[in-house]
C-alpha cells in the first residue's frame, strides 16, 4: 500500500507586491511563495486582495490600462488561486483593464494549460515582456 503525503512549502511564505511599473497605466503585482487558499487568506482578507487588484491609479499617476501578474516565484497554485486570477482577469476586462499573467514556473504553466485557463488569459514568459507587449 502506498503512502501519500502533503507536499508542505519550507520557508516559503505567501506574499503581494504591488508595484507601479515605470511604463505609463502599468502596474505590476508580484505573488512570492505557495498561492493557495490557506496561504492567500491567512495574510489577506478578500477585500484586501480585491484591494491588489483595484485598477484606480495611485494619485498623480496615470490611469492603469494594463496589470500585469508576476508568477515567476509561485512554485505551487491550487485551484481557489487559480480561480481568483480567473475572476480578476474578467472583473478586470470589464473595467477596460488587460491583464496578463507573467513568469509562471513549470507547475503553474501546467495547471494553466490543463485546465485551458492559458487560453483565455494572456500569457508572458516575464514580467518585463508583458511590459513591453
Do not use: C
Request: hydrophobic letters at 45%.
Amino acid at each position: 500500500m502506498s503512502e501519500t503525503q502533503a507536499q508542505v512549502w519550507k520557508g516559503a511564505a505567501f506574499s503581494v507586491e504591488r508595484e507601479e511599473s515605470k511604463t505609463p497605466g502599468t502596474v505590476i503585482v508580484r505573488f512570492i511563495g505557495p498561492f493557495t487558499a490557506r496561504d492567500m487568506y491567512n495574510i489577506l482578507t478578500p477585500d484586501a486582495l480585491e484591494e491588489i487588484f483595484d485598477p484606480q491609479a495611485a494619485p498623480g499617476n496615470d490611469l492603469v490600462t494594463l496589470l500585469v501578474l508576476d508568477l515567476a516565484n509561485v512554485p505551487y497554485m491550487d485551484s481557489m488561486g487559480l480561480g481568483m486570477i480567473v475572476t480578476q482577469y474578467v472583473r478586470l476586462k470589464g473595467k477596460g483593464v488587460h491583464l496578463v499573467a507573467a513568469g509562471m514556473t513549470p507547475r503553474v504553466l501546467q495547471l494553466l494549460e490543463l485546465t485551458k485557463v492559458n487560453s483565455v488569459i494572456p500569457m508572458a514568459a516575464t514580467a518585463a515582456e508583458a511590459v513591453a507587449g
